[in-house]
């Protein structure tokens, strides 16, 4: 399992990535319907990993991710989203809530095991 530094490291050269290839994109993103719905799920894997960057950020120096991690990555990813076409925002914050449901769902499904051995060592 990756640490939360790697991890972090990872998740901010994702998103530079992917922002710059949307923006070198951007004509053709926002060229037809499909292809500006796309460009809002693009902006959601922006959302996705600006939320991996700044948990493992808050990780290391110790402190709880809570929903102010989660306004920040997406009012960023929004904006990025903006940059190509109206739409693509409200594209965007639909996938980044599904995303965010999805991530959460794997969450409780990763901690719930480990409180129940705590649960049962005493």
Do not use: D
Not at 72 to 86: D, F, G, N
């Amino acid at each position: 399992m990756a640490g939360s530094g790697s991890s972090m490291i990872c998740s901010i050269l994702l998103c530079i990535i992917v922002l710059s290839l949307q923006q070198m994109y951007r004509p053709k993103l926002a060229s037809s319907e499909l292809f500006t719905i796309f460009g809002g799920f693009i902006s959601s894997l922006i959302f996705l990993s600006l939320l991996t960057f700044i948990g493992n950020l808050q990780e290391t120096y110790g402190q709880k991710t809570g929903w102010g991690a989660v306004i920040l990555a997406e009012c960023l990813a929004l904006v990025a989203a903006s940059t190509v076409h109206r739409v693509c925002i409200s594209t965007c914050f639909l996938f980044s809530m599904a995303l965010l449901y999805e991530v959460n769902k794997l969450s409780l499904r990763m901690v719930a095991p480990k409180n129940e051995s705590k649960i049962r060592k005493h």
